[in-house]
C-alpha cells in the first residue's frame, strides 16, 4: 500500500520512517524543502503538491501544525481535494479544532472521500518507536481499512466516536498535561528557591499524589530525566507554541459550551508569554526556564 504523507516535519518523520520500515511505500509533500528532503533520505518518493501525493497515494495521511494549515492543505489550491481519487481514505492526524476536521470532512464526503480524524499523543521519542497513542474520529469501519498504517505508527489506537471526536479527546489530553508542565515548573522553582535538591524532590513527588507523566517523562528541569527535552537545552520535542495552540483550542471549546475554564487559559497566557520571550520554537518545558525569579531585591 503506498501512502501520501502531507507534512514532513518534526513528528511526520519519524512517522514516516515507521510506514517505511513495516513496508508502506511512502510518497511525502513539505512546504518547507528541507523537511521534504529529510523524508526523501528516509526512503520516501517527493511530490510536488499535497494534490499530487492525494492522487498517488491509496491512502492520505496529514501531519501539519494547526487548523488553517489544514484547510489549506485539503481546500486550497493544490491541496488534497484536487488529487484525491473516490473512496479513498484521508486521515488527519494533526491537533486541530474539532470544527476544521468536520467542515474539512463535509467537503470530502462531497466528493465520495472519506475522513478521519486520528490526533496523537506521545510527542517524538514515541513517534520514533512507533508507540504513539492515536485517538479516532469517524466511521469505524473508515478506522479498520486505515488500521494496519496507524498500528505502525502507533500501538494504542481508540476509537473514540463520529469525526472530531479524536481532536476533542486529545485537547482534553493536552489541557491536562499544559497545565500540569506550568504546576511542575511552578513547584521546582520553589524547592529551587529553598535550596531543595530537585532530583530527591522528583523522587519524592514520584512516589506522592503530585506525580504527573510530564514531569516522569518531559522532566522541565535539565539532567534528571534523559530523555526529556530539557536535557537537549530543550531542542523540542513539542513545541511552547503548539501547546499554547492546544491550550488555546481547549479554552475555545470550552467557550463555545459556557463551560468555566480557569488554569487552562493561565497556562496557555504563560505559554504565550514564554513564546515572545524567545521559547516558542523550544520544547514546552522551558517555560521553567521563563520562570525565573525576580531579583532579590524586588518588594515582596
Ligand atoms: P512541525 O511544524 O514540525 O511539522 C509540520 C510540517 O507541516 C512542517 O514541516 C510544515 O512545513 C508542514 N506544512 C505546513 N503547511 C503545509 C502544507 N500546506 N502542505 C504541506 N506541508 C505543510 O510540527 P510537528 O511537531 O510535526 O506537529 C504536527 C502536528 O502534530 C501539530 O498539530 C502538533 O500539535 C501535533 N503533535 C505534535 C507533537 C510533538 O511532540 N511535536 C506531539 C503530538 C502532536
Known amino acids: ?12 518523520q519519524p512517522m514516516v520512517n515507521n510506514l517505511l520500515k513495516k513496508g508502506f511505500a511512502v510518497v511525502g509533500y513539505d512546504v518547507a524543502p528541507a523537511a521534504l528532503e529529510a523524508a526523501l533520505r528516509l526512503g520516501a518518493a517527493p511530490a510536488g503538491s499535497a494534490a499530487e501525493a492525494a492522487k498517488q497515494g491509496d491512502l492520505v495521511i496529514t501531519m501539519l501544525p494547526s487548523s488553517a494549515h489544514v484547510e489549506s492543505a485539503y481546500l486550497g489550491p493544490g491541496g488534497v481535494l484536487e488529487g484525491v481519487a473516490r473512496g479513498r481514505i484521508c486521515v488527519d492526524m494533526s491537533t486541530i479544532d474539532p470544527g476544521t476536521s468536520r467542515r474539512v470532512a463535509a467537503r470530502l464526503r462531497e466528493r465520495g472521500v472519506r475522513f478521519l480524524d486520528a490526533p496523537v499523543s506521545g510527542a517524538v521519542p514515541r513517534a520514533v518507536e512507533g508507540t504513539l497513542t492515536i485517538m479516532v474520529g469517524g466511521d469505524a469501519r473508515d478506522l479498520e481499512e486505515a488500521r494496519p498504517a496507524l498500528a505502525a505508527m502507533g500501538t494504542n489506537v481508540i476509537h473514540v466516536g463520529d469525526v472530531g471526536a479524536g481532536e476533542v479527546a486529545k485537547l482534553c489530553n493536552n489541557l491536562i498535561a499544559g497545565v500540569a508542565m506550568v504546576a511542575v515548573s511552578e513547584a521546582f522553582r520553589i524547592a529551587e528557591g529553598f535550596g531543595v535538591d530537585p532530583k530527591i524532590l522528583t523522587q519524592v513527588i514520584s512516589k506522592s499524589s503530585g506525580s504527573t507523566w510530564v514531569m516522569e517523562h518531559g522532566h522541565p528541569v535539565p539532567g534528571i530525566v534523559e530523555k526529556a527535552a530539557s536535557s537537549r537545552d530543550y531542542a523540542p520535542g513539542f513545541m511552547t507554541d503548539l501547546m499554547a495552540k492546544d491550550l488555546g483550542l481547549a479554552v475555545n471549546a470550552a467557550r463555545e459550551l459556557r463551560i468555566p475554564v480557569a488554569v487552562a487559559p493561565a497556562a496557555q497566557q ?31
Open 1 to 12: 500500500m503506498k501512502v501520501g504523507f502531507i507534512g514532513t516535519g518534526t513528528m511526520g
Open 270 to 300: 504563560l505559554l504565550r508569554l514564554a513564546s515572545s520571550h524567545g521559547f516558542g520554537r523550544k520544547d514546552f518545558s522551558s517555560v521553567y526556564r521563563f520562570l525565573e525569579p525576580s531579583s532579590r531585591e524586588a518588594p515582596v
